[in-house]
Every structure is written in structure tokens, then in C-alpha cells.
């Protein structure tokens, strides 16, 4: 069954390569497409294109899908082209006619619009709670490591001091700027698109007030055509939030993957987090941290994928317009595991303490030392001067017992302050 079926038949060739996978990726959306046509039937009866009757039907068989739907029990079958068509199909077995009105003053184009927008609400909702998750544990860690020095790098090469406790909170107050970017993704998509129909709106005398408050939309999309445009710009949207904290996730499994090497031996994790080798016994890979690299480096190609898509067509639907879901939906889920799997991971982090007693680390507190000739007089250019010499002759004795105090610095990590920033999202 095809929604645009005028009577004829479709080669073959032509049908696969146009349904595409539609049929797997719409089970993700089909409970969406049933609250839209929930609220798209009972805007038909309010306005009069339905009588009371056959609007309170239509609900009712819908709601029996939307059940289905819950259980699993939902399928697109090869007959049908996507989840509309199905849905259609089944409101017509059991209601006839009346089945056959569902889609009186809309299309598929905004069928599509208004699925997705809902999929992606509840979708950056979820990313949101996982990454706050996420940020409680670092911010714990954090609390719980802050005085364990660590050694900080430039260029891979020793620099200055750092701690467990600003390395994990570090992460954590960068996940902040990463919701801007999921808030502004969600703010795009909490607009109804629903009655622009093909993207030019309808005759019909609908009432778009009515299906925005119905499914929770904070606002409408006024301009029927601009709604259409959303189309792969929403998804667009989202996949620019997605990477943001991809590439935050990306980063710290980089880190974690070179602090566990022995190189570093900085940390480590229970056997039964790592992997081992088929030949060499001793291994213990960090592959969780090396997959959730490789799978947030793949979600950051994702907005340039979109913009490929989209980019130069003109205003209106094109069939382009159907490959965005390929693209997204299988990201949102990928970046839901990430961040699952990083927080589950680093629950059982082992940090090792008194790692900067090796006297390979003694050049970390030369800016300390020369800091403190600073402090006494002696001018910064002249003391770094000073400082260089000594290093440079073998003469330099580090002043370990430093004192960092200012905001955002290892003895004054802000981690209220940081939680505040945090807790805007959730307010």
C-alpha cells in the first residue's frame, strides 16, 4: 500500500531503491506518527471535517496501535512503503471509511515533519539526562580525587601540575557547553510543523493552534513553507549538538586510553572492564574507551553528512530530504550508548596516587619555583631567565609544595560554581 497510489503499479528496482530502509528506521518514529494523527483526528472532529463519532473511532483504534507499538508487536511489512501507510492501512481494516479520512488536510511530508520533531524532543530530553548523569560522576570523582596530582601536558610534553580533581571536572564543565548546543538542537525541533501538509498548507479550515498544544509543542512553525524547510535543518540541528558532546566523550576516552598504557600508568579499571589478547596474556585493552572514540569521531562527520544532503536545494520537498534519517537516527542512538557506557565505566575508575614523586616529573613545578623568585622581588623575565640556566645546568631543585588558589585553578576547582552552570538545563 501506497499513500500515493494512483492505480499503478511501480517497477520493482524503482520501489527498492526509493523505500530505502524506511520500513526499520520508522519503527523508531511509528509511535510518534500515531500521536501526531491522535491529535491530527480530534483537530478533524473539533473543526467539523470529522463528525464527533468518527473522531473519537479514529482515537481509539489509534490508541490500539500506539499499544502494539509499545509491546513490539508493530511491523512495516514489505506491502507497505513506510509506517504511514501501515497505520492507514489498519485504521481502514477496522473502520472503513472512516480509516480512510485520517489523512484529510495533511500530507506525508508533514506526517514526516511532525514524527520526527516529536522522536527528536524526546530524544535530546534523553541525551540530556545521560550527560547530566555523566557530569555527576565527574563532579564526584572530582571531589573524591582533588588533591591526587597529576601531571599536566602541552605538545605531549610535561608542563605544569594538574590534578584528578581539575581533570574531571574539566570534562564535566565542558559537557555544559555541549547542552547549549542539545538545548539550541531541542529549541529548533519544539516547533509544530503539522498543517503545512506539502508544504504550501491546505483549504481545509484546520486548527494548528489546536495539534500544537495537543502534542506538547511549545509553539508552531506559522510559516507553512519555512516549515517544510525544517526538514533536514532540525536533524541539521541535532547533529551539531550531538557532536558537541561527541567530541567531549572522544576526548576522554583518548585520555583515558593513554593514562592507562603503562607509559602513563596514571589508572586503571577492573579486569572485567578490558579486554584481552589471543596471543599475549598480559593485555588488558581499553577497547569500551577505544569503540566510544571511534563511534563519537563518526558522529561528528554526521552534520557534515546532513549538510551534503541538504545543501543548495531549493525550498519545497525533495526526495533528498528521505536520507537524513539514515543519518541521524542511527546517531542518536549510538550517542545515547556512549554516554551510558562512559558512566558506567568510570564508575569503577582507579586513580593512582603519588605519581609525581618519580623525579622524571620534577620540571612540572618549574613555573612554581620561578614564580616564587617572582613573589620575592626578582622580575618575571630575569626570573625565567634564572630559572632556564639552572635547568639547563642540571642545577634546578623544584619547590614542590605549591599553592594554586585562584578560581578554576587545582586548589580552587569551583565545583559549586560549575554545578550552577549545570543546573540552568534544569531548572
Not at 515533519?113 to 535530546?124: I, R
Not at 582533588?146 to 608542563?159: C, N
Not at 598480559?282 to 572514540?293: A, Q
Not at 556512549?338 to 565505566?345: A, I, P, Q, W
Request: with cysteine; aromatic share 10%.
Amino acid at each position: 500500500m501506497k499513500l500515493w497510489d494512483k492505480g499503478f503499479s511501480t517497477d520493482k528496482k524503482i520501489d527498492h531503491f526509493t523505500v530505502g530502509n524506511d520500513r526499520e528506521l520508522d519503527l523508531l518514529l511509528a509511535k510518534y506518527d500515531v500521536m501526531a494523527s491522535t491529535a491530527h483526528a480530534k483537530m478533524l472532529a473539533k473543526v467539523g471535517l470529522l463528525a464527533k463519532e468518527e473522531g473519537e473511532a479514529l482515537v481509539r483504534e489509534l490508541d490500539v496501535i500506539a499499544k502494539s507499538i509499545e509491546k513490539g508487536e508493530f511491523v512495516i511489512e514489505t506491502d507497505f512503503e513506510d509506517m504511514h501507510s501501515k497505520i492507514e492501512f489498519l485504521l481502514t481494516e477496522k473502520l472503513g471509511d472512516t480509516g480512510k479520512k485520517i489523512h484529510t488536510a495533511r500530507s506525508r511530508n508533514d506526517q514526516v515533519l511532525v514524527a520526527m520533531q516529536l522522536y527528536l524532543k524526546d530524544e535530546l530530553k534523553e541525551i540530556k539526562f545521560l550527560a547530566k548523569s555523566l557530569f555527576d560522576l565527574l563532579l564526584e570523582l572530582a571531589e573524591k580525587h582533588q588533591k591526587v596530582l597529576l601531571p599536566g601536558y602541552t605538545h605531549l610534553q610535561i608542563a605544569m601540575p594538574s590534578s584528578f580533581g581539575l581533570w574531571f571536572s574539566a570534562y564535566a564543565e565542558s559537557l555544559v557547553d555541549d547542552l547549549f548546543f542539545i538545548e539550541a538542537a531541542y529549541r529548533t525541533a519544539d516547533q509544530n510543523p503539522l498543517g503545512s501538509a506539502a508544504g504550501y498548507g491546505s483549504s481545509f479550515p484546520i486548527d494548528r493552534s489546536f495539534t500544537t498544544k495537543e502534542m506538547g509543542f511549545e509553539t508552531l512553525k506559522y510559516n507553512v513553507i519555512a516549515a517544510q524547510m525544517g526538514r533536514g535543518k532540525v536533524e541539521k540541528g541535532t547533529a551539531f549538538g550531538l557532536s558537541s558532546v561527541a567530541g567531549t566523550l572522544s576526548k576522554l576516552a583518548m585520555d583515558i586510553t593513554l593514562f592507562m598504557s603503562q607509559n602513563f600508568d596514571f589508572i586503571s579499571f577492573p579486569n572485567e572492564l578490558t579486554t584481552g589478547s589471543s596471543i599475549m596474556p598480559h593485555k588488558k585493552n581499553p577497547d569500551v574507551f577505544e569503540l566510544i572514540r571511534a563511534k563519537c569521531n563518526k558522529i561528528q562527520s554526521i552534520p557534515n553528512q546532513l549538510t551534503l544532503i541538504i545543501n543548495n536545494l531549493p525550498s519545497g520537498y525533495h526526495r533528498d530530504l528521505q536520507l537524513v534519517k539514515e543519518s541521524i537516527l542511527p546517531a542518536l542512538q549510538d550517542m545515547k550508548a556512549c554516554l551510558e557506557m562512559m558512566t558506567f565505566s568510570l564508575r569503577e575508575i582507579k586513580v593512582k596516587e603519588n605519581i609525581l614523586d618519580d623525579a622524571k616529573y620534577d620540571y612540572l613545578f618549574s613555573v612554581d619555583t620561578l614564580n616564587e623568585m617572582v613573589k620575592n622581588g626578582m622580575p618575571f623575565r630575569d626570573a625565567y631567565k634564572t630559572m632556564g640556566k639552572a635547568i639547563e645546568n642540571g642545577n634546578f631543585k623544584p619547590k614542590k609544595d605549591i599553592a594554586h588558589t585562584h578560581e578554576g585553578s587545582l586548589g580552587n576547582l569551583c565545583l559549586k560554581e560549575i554545578r550552577n552552570k549545570m543546573d540552568q538545563f534544569y531548572t
